[in-house]
């Protein structure tokens, strides 16, 4: 059996659920993180196990159906763990630093085209697209057991 790695500089492309219907969407290269930037993440977990469970499950339902949270889903969230979606966010602020290497197709408020880095996106844009990026980020980063056996 060979061992198997990821190829250092595999990126991807990642649209944000909102965006994919877009005839102009924002387009983030992203690459899973080292093993070194994902313990440094997980340091920042907000929530114990069982809060994570119940999180993810709702997550699931919005991804499943190809969609982003809804207000309820979001309230849903925060009663299961309280003050831990900020914490939540910070974790996933700083798998965007590390994951994203590029943003296609970025406009400003005006329409504009934009350029900005990981760091200044992931301080500037709006939590749920924080959220969104960083766990796919965070996703990508996590291999399955069968992955690293083969």
């Known amino acids: 059996m060979a061992l198997r790695v990821d190829k250092p500089g595999r990126k991807q492309e990642y649209v944000l659920i909102a965006d ?5 969407p924002t387009k983030f290269m992203i690459r899973p993180l080292t093993w070194e930037e994902m313990a440094e ?3 920042l977990a907000p929530m114990t196990m069982e ?3 119940k999180i993810s499950a709702i ?10 949270l ?6 849903r969230i925060n ?10 966010t910070k974790q996933h602020a700083l798998a965007v630093r590390y994951g994203v290497s590029d943003i296609l197709g970025l ?15 992931a301080r500037h844009a709006h939590a749920e697209v924080i959220n969104e990026l960083g766990a796919e980020i965070v996703g990508i980063s ?4 069968d992955a690293i056996k083969n």
């Open 41 to 43: 993440i997980l340091e």
């Open 142 to 145: 996590q291999h399955s057991e």
């Open 107 to 121: 406009e400003d408020l005006d329409g504009n085209p934009l350029s900005m880095t990981s760091l200044a996106f």
């Open 59 to 68: 997550v699931q339902i919005a991804k499943e159906a190809k969609r982003a």
């Open 20 to 24: 994919r219907e877009s005839s102009k």
């Open 70 to 75: 809804t207000p309820e889903e979001n309230k």
């Open 51 to 53: 809060q994570a469970v």
């Open 79 to 88: 009663e299961v763990a309280p003050r831990s979606a900020m914490k939540a």
